[in-house]
């Protein structure tokens, strides 16, 4: 499984973009990128996920390099409950070796 | 929407007891299933990962004596901490998916105290 590396902590305003970026520079060709985020007292909440290019939902957008080592969450106009812990995960397509392994994450913390 | 309940919420016991956990999909058909375990220190670790109609992977550190699980549906899965003591403390997650390179869908997990 690919190692990522991210920041361990992010500030931003409120209503500001933020960009956190998470590296896997031994990424597989079978691997995805997710990304997760949990607030206090709750489990993983699922963001986004990309193999490579340019993904984009209603919660936020993922950018991914071309050699797909390097990959980017952006998150328009961040409000207080986007205050979380933000997890960039690679894993496998099949079901079984589909595991999710979670780093220590960036800790995003918005003011108001 | 695809929603995962975990009961109970948070639990006590004591050192030497057993526990037993439980976590439903409720909205989508939970054919993997994922435990794991979050330290107080927030490090992820898990658990097993259980695939209907195969057998349940448990991690290095972790084996079915310990933390006994089943999956006996679509729908729900639990898990018990057998002769719980202290380093068992965390929070435990469960995560469940319906299909390869889908989401996993997570529950707000269960609290687990050894007094």
């Known amino acids: 499984l690919a190692k990522t590396t991210q920041p361990p902590s992010m500030e931003a305003y409120e209503g500001q973009e933020v960009n956190v970026s998470c590296s896997h520079t031994n990424i597989a060709t079978s691997e995805y990128i997710y990304w997760y985020r949990q607030v206090p007292h709750q489990g993983p909440q699922f963001i986004i996920q990309g193999y490579k290019d340019y993904v984009v939902n209603e919660v936020a957008s993922l950018f991914i390099s071309a050699d797909r080592k390097l990959s980017t969450l952006s998150l328009p106009w961040v409000s207080l409950r986007d205050a979380a812990v933000y997890y960039c995960?690679?894993?496998?397509?099949?079901?079984?070796?589909?595991?999710?392994?979670f780093g220590d994450g960036t800790v995003l913390t918005v003011k108001p | 929407g695809a929603l995962v309940y975990q009961y109970p919420r948070r639990t006590i016991c004591k050192s030497g007891t057993s526990m037993r956990m439980e976590c439903q999909a409720v909205?989508?058909?939970?054919?993997?299933v994922a435990w794991y375990r979050q330290s107080p220190q927030k490090t992820f670790e898990l658990i097993a990962l259980?695939?209907?109609?195969?057998?349940?992977?448990?991690e290095q550190n972790f084996t079915q004596e310990k933390f006994p699980i089943s999956h006996p549906n679509l729908s729900f899965s639990s898990m018990t901490v057998l002769n719980a003591y202290l380093e068992d403390r965390g929070l435990y997650l469960c995560g469940a998916r319906d299909r390869a390179n889908s989401d996993y869908t997570f529950g707000s997990g269960t609290r687990l105290l050894v007094i």
């Open positions: 259980s695939t209907v109609n195969s057998a349940i992977k448990y």
């Open positions: 995960i690679v894993t496998g397509y099949n079901t079984n070796t589909g595991k999710l392994t």
């Open positions: 909205g989508f058909q939970a054919t993997s």
